[in-house]
Structure formats: C-alpha cells, structure tokens
T-cell receptor
C-alpha cells in the first residue's frame, strides 16, 4: 500500500530557531503533498498545498514566510518553521496525493510533534 | 470548495451501546468520503472510505458508514461499542476528480466509552 513517512517524529527547539520537517512518499510519486496542523484536542487544519517544482499554495491565514515549503522531488516535501515561537508548538501532519484511475487519493504520514521552548 | 460538519462534539456512551456519529458535507461535485480515528496519543488512522459503488461501506473494527447522496451525509455507525473505541473521530471529504482536490476535515467528535 501507499506509505508516507515523516522525520523527525518529535522535535524540541528553542524559541527563535528554525526547524525542518521532512515528508516522503515511500512507494509512489507525489506531485502534490499537503501540510496540516493539529492543535491539542482539535481537528486537522490544512496549512498549504505543496506542488513539485513550483511554489506552494497557502491557505488563508497561514504565513508563507514563516512556514517555508519546498517540494524539490516527486517523493519529498519539507516544511521549515522559521523563527519558531512557543505558539508554533503543534502536531504537523503531511499527506501525499496519488492519482489512480483518474481519482485523487491522499495518504497521511504519522505526524511530527514540535515543541518550542 | 468543499466543507464538512460534524454535529456531535462529544459523545458519551456505555459499553455495548450502539453508535452513530453524524457527518454532512458540502460540495457540488463527486466526492470521496472518509472517516479517520485518532486514539489518545496516537496518529491518524483510516477507519473506512467511500469512493464509489455500494454506499454502505464497512471498515475496520466493526465500523460502517452509509453515504446518502441526497442528504450529503456519511454517518458512522457501530452496533456495539467497546471501551477501546474511546478516541477522536474525524469525517473528511475531498473532491474526487478535481486537480485542486485536497482532504478537508470536520471538527471531530470525541467519543468516550464508559466501561
């Protein structure tokens, strides 16, 4: 089946530093990947759509300069949280899209828990 | 753009009770529908999905959901819940044939099962 991995699974960083999270589709190519954010006891909020070889599309209210997305290959997208603050602490989940039979399917990674101290 | 609403924010049941969680979506075109579960401290898991065919979909752990197109609904059901079903349940939708397709989640329903 389709597998999506994320690295790291947990990261703790100091306020003001930047953190990079990787998302990989392990057994299929994904021209499109998605980044979601989940606050404690809340639902997943779509942050942005990552497109291979082009700029990411951000949802309303998401700061593109703060959450840098790079999708340099068909199996890898990265999310960099720049100048992290404690309010950026959250669970970040990526998803890779596969096109099969004309239908669009998404597969989710296990998530990365970011804690900013 | 598609949207999803889950009407029940927190449901409390006793073991062996029957469960139905409501989910309605809004979108003018053809959709894929999903139910995901998140157990305490764990990551998201797919319970079941509807792409096409039989509108009654059976998933893992005895869950099922019925797609009623006329009502734009995809309610989740289980005839007899167990304590281990305590979790957060998310309904989700995406546009099946749109190149801009992306999965959008409902706000979630927290299910608490009393032993």
């Amino acid at each position: 089946g389709a597998v999506v991995s994320q690295h790291p699974s947990r990261v703790i960083c100091k306020s003001g530093t930047s953190v990079k999270i990787e998302c990989r589709s392990l057994d299929f190519q994904a021209t499109t990947m998605f980044w979601y954010r989940q606050f404690p006891k809340k639902s997943l909020m779509l942050m942005a759509t990552s497109n291979e070889g082009s700029k990411a599309t951000y949802e309303q209210g998401v700061e593109k300069d703060k959450f840098l997305i790079n999708h340099a290959s068909l199996t890898l997208s990265t999310l960099t949280v720049t100048s992290a603050h404690p309010e950026d602490s959250s669970f970040y989940i990526c998803s890779a899209r596969r096109i099969r039979g004309g239908s669009y399917e998404q597969y989710f990674g296990p998530g990365t828990r970011l804690t900013v101290t | 753009a598609q949207s999803v609403s889950q009407h029940n924010h927190h449901v409390i049941l006793s073991e062996a009770a029957s469960l139905e969680l409501g989910c309605n979506y809004s979108y003018g075109g053809t959709v894929n529908l999903f139910w995901y579960v998140q157990y305490p401290g764990q990551h998201l898991q797919l319970l079941l999905k509807y792409f096409s065919g039989d509108p009654l979909v059976k998933g893992i752990k005895g869950f099922e959901a019925e797609f009623i197109k006329s009502k734009f609904s995809f309610n989740l059901r289980k005839p007899s819940v167990q304590w281990s079903d305590t979790a957060e349940y998310f309904c989700a939708v995406n546009a099946r044939y749109s190149s801009a397709s992306k999965i959008i989640f409902g706000s979630g329903t927290r299910l608490s099962i009393r032993p």
